[in-house]
């Protein structure tokens, strides 16, 4: 898996090579994959590191909070159909 150092943290796998797809930290997005469906995540990479997950459909609801290497092996689950039923 290659590995990519950004402001936010070092992502293997997580994150594409050109930063400048990337939102600002601090803000809330979504994949551009999820097509604008209800079903979708948001995603925040924090200053300093660490990423916030929530639920798009519920803004004001919890928040998972996760550290770089959380993240990075969620992501990789989640490629490799771990989560998958």
């Given at each position: 898996?290659?590995?990519?150092?950004?402001?936010?943290?070092?992502?293997?796998?997580?994150?594409p090579d050109d930063d400048a797809m990337w939102p600002p930290l601090g803000r809330w997005f979504k994949s551009s994959r999820s097509g604008g469906g209800a079903e979708c995540l948001e995603v925040m990479f924090l200053d300093g590191g660490g990423v916030n997950v929530r639920d798009s459909k519920n803004p004001n609801g919890p928040v998972l909070k996760f550290t770089d290497a959380e993240f990075t092996a969620f992501?990789?689950?989640?490629?490799?159909?771990?989560?998958?039923?």
């Open positions: 898996m290659d590995t990519t150092s950004h402001a936010h943290g070092t992502f293997k796998g997580a994150r992501v990789g689950g989640a490629k490799n159909g771990e989560f998958d039923c």
